[in-house]
């Protein structure tokens, strides 16, 4: 029994070992295959590191390019500034002048800083930076538009003269030294009945080449001068050209509306324009010319400012003379803003390592806004214009905004901001020979009958210039 039970058992023994030898075998192909995962784990991890170690050195060596050349870019702008400084000083002018021409300097500036990067790349000749703003100055690069502007002013200042006879009106009809008002609407001035009822349409158009007087064009002449000669030898004749036009027009279209009983003159609207056109490139390039990697001193940028505020302020108030609105200098200089916006380049940020999407977006976002909105505010104002009858005004109490009766401590004064000065009247005799009854239209309609036979008065044209006193002292409103 005991020998069958080992006889028996044999066989299980033998199949065990064979069993164990099986696992043993797995055991060692399964070690055997992980041990080659593991080397080629390892292999991949190893090519991966160096993937890896090459991109990060690659990515570092551009870095360094990167920074090198932006090194050397900020040394090429600082020297030519520096050249800038040598040739031109440090003194600037004040206000909107003063911050504009620096801004203009830093374009400048950035342009030679560019053209001599990209000389080196391509392996072209040095140009040093007296060449290059000599250069700038050459050939066709000149202001021609300014100057085509102050010739044609000039003109027409010296042919409203000669219209009004070889003389000025006095300074209780004119204070600006020039024609009477008579003279200034032959001459094209802008006159909302004239515009609306006569549809002489090209009155939005030709008050920008006219001035009430002398006083009036030597103002506007040095701002077109200085401003206007800035901005196009920066941007070009176009652009010059579409930020004075537009403007101007635009101005002329909102004192037609909300001054439709004065007349008023001047290429304010279009300097206002370019104004509003200089202050939208400063809001552009606000990051730049605060920026202490391009300014040294960044108070003499803050002042120069303060007084950009200062010089609106005066502006605004030559506007509250007569033939001069602020609705012409406002109207251009919100139009100058908004086409600013939308027609001027911006300097280049990505020059000096500013660059982010967000600059980018904020960038194309304010060309589309100053484009819609500056072409819709046109559209509707000249259509809100030939919905009215020319005569009546939106809003009575904005004539405030461009007018004040002066001297305001006289009570007879030179000037006021009624609507008298456009009234009618009928003036009646009986059996004598002087005028007895004077039929006068007020300003709102209603017709006051006036006795002025104490008066003894044959000439009617003395009647039609007295027609204003008549107005204040018997019409109970003044404004139509």
């Not at 024609?179 to 939005?204: H, N, Q």
Request: hydrophobic share 40%.
């Amino acid at each position: 029994m005991r020998s069958n039970d080992l006889e028996a058992n044999e066989p299980k023994r033998i199949r065990t070992s064979q069993s164990k030898k099986k696992v043993s075998n797995s055991k060692k192909s399964r070690n055997y295959t992980e041990d080659v995962v593991e080397e080629v784990t390892t292999e991949q991890q190893q090519e991966l590191m160096r993937i890896l170690s090459c991109q990060y050195h690659k990515n570092q060596r551009k870095t360094i390019l990167e920074n090198s050349s932006l090194r050397r870019r900020m040394r090429d702008f600082q020297f030519a500034q520096q050249k800038r400084t040598e040739k031109y000083g440090t003194s600037k002018p004040w206000g909107i002048l003063g911050l504009y021409e620096h801004l203009s300097s830093i374009r400048a500036d950035l342009e030679w800083a560019e053209d001599a990067a990209w000389r080196r790349q391509e392996g072209e000749p040095y140009l040093s930076w007296n060449d290059y703003d000599l250069h700038r100055d050459d050939g066709f690069n000149k202001p021609f538009f300014t100057y085509f502007l102050l010739f044609i002013c000039t003109c027409t200042l010296v042919a409203s003269i000669g219209l009004n006879g070889w003389k000025v009106e006095p300074m209780s009809v004119n204070p600006m030294i020039g024609p009477s008002a008579e003279t200034l609407i032959l001459m094209g001035a802008k006159d909302t009945p004239l515009i609306v009822i006569d549809g002489e349409w090209y009155r939005l158009f030709t008050p920008m080449f006219l001035h009430a007087g002398v006083i009036h064009y030597v103002l506007n002449m040095l701002a077109l001068w200085f401003i206007g000669k800035a901005v196009e030898m920066c941007h070009g004749f176009i652009a010059a050209f579409l930020l004075f036009v537009i403007p101007a027009i635009g101005g002329t279209i909102l004192s037609a509306i909300f001054l439709p009983g004065y007349i008023s003159v001047g290429a304010s609207g279009g300097i206002f324009g370019l104004i509003g056109a200089c202050l939208a490139d400063i809001v552009m390039n606000w990051s730049l010319i605060f920026s202490k990697e391009v300014n040294s001193d960044i108070r003499i940028n803050v002042r120069i400012l303060c007084w950009l505020i200062v010089d609106i302020v005066i502006n605004c108030m030559v506007g509250l003379t007569p033939f001069v609105d602020n609705f012409t200098h406002l109207g251009g200089f919100c139009y100058g803003f908004l086409c600013g916006l939308s027609s001027l380049e911006s300097l280049s940020k990505e020059f000096f390592g500013l660059y982010s999407w967000s600059n980018r977006l904020r960038q194309c976002l304010l060309r589309f806004f100053g484009l819609i909105i500056s072409v819709s505010a046109i559209c509707i104002s000249l259509a809100v214009l030939f919905t009215l009858d020319g005569t009546s005004n939106p809003c009575p109490s904005c004539r405030y905004v461009s007018c004040i009766p002066f001297p305001f401590w006289k009570e007879e004064k030179w000037w006021y901001c009624d609507d008298c000065a456009v009234v009618s009247a009928d003036v009646r005799k009986k059996d004598s020979q002087f005028f007895d009854e004077l039929s006068l239209t007020c300003p709102d309609g209603t017709i006051e009958d006036i006795d002025i036979s104490y008066l003894q008065i044959v000439d009617s044209s003395s009647i039609a210039a007295d027609l204003p006193i008549y107005c204040r002292n018997h019409c109970e409103n003044t404004f139509s």
